[in-house]
Nanobody, 119 residues
Framework: QVQLVESGGGLVQAGGLVRLSCAAS????????IGWYRQAPGKQREQVAL???????VYADSVKGRFTISRDNVKNTVYLQMNSLKPEDTAVYYC?????????????WGQGTQVTVSS
C-alpha cells in the first residue's frame, strides 16, 4: 500500500505563488502514475497535473504555463509549483497515485490541502 501526505497549501493573493508537496510512503515502487487533482466548492474533482509511468506529463489546459509538476525519486516526493495564481484556482488539492496491486489498479488519495486565492 501507498500513503500520500500533502503540505503547502494556504491563502495567497492573485498573481502569487504556492508550492505543494506530496510525500509518498509505503510500497512506492508500485506507483504507476502520480500527480495532483483539485476540487472546488460545488464542482467535480478534476485532474491538474500527472506524471505518467513513462515520465511524460499531462497538464490541465487551465494551468498550462502556470503550474509545474516535478518529482524527487530519492525523497519520494512530488511537487506542484503554482505560479500566477487566479481566484479560480481556489480548491482543495489532492495528491493522487495510481498504484499497482495484486492484479488490480488502486486509486490512492491524500487527505487534501486547501489553496485559497484572493482577488
Amino acid at each position: 500500500q501507498v500513503q500520500l501526505v500533502e503540505s503547502g497549501g494556504g491563502l495567497v493573493q492573485a498573481g502569487g505563488l504556492v508550492r505543494l508537496s506530496c510525500a509518498a510512503s509505503g510500497s512506492t515502487f508500485s506507483i504507476n502514475a502520480i500527480g495532483w487533482y483539485r476540487q472546488a466548492p460545488g464542482k467535480q474533482r478534476e485532474q491538474v497535473a500527472l506524471i505518467r509511468s513513462d515520465s511524460s506529463i499531462v497538464y490541465a489546459d487551465s494551468v498550462k504555463g502556470r503550474f509545474t509538476i516535478s518529482r524527487d525519486n530519492v525523497k519520494n516526493t512530488v511537487y506542484l509549483q503554482m505560479n500566477s495564481l487566479k481566484p479560480e484556482d481556489t480548491a482543495v488539492y489532492y495528491c493522487y497515485a495510481l498504484v499497482r496491486g495484486r492484479g488490480t489498479w488502486d486509486n490512492t488519495w491524500g487527505q487534501g490541502t486547501q489553496v485559497t486565492v484572493s482577488s
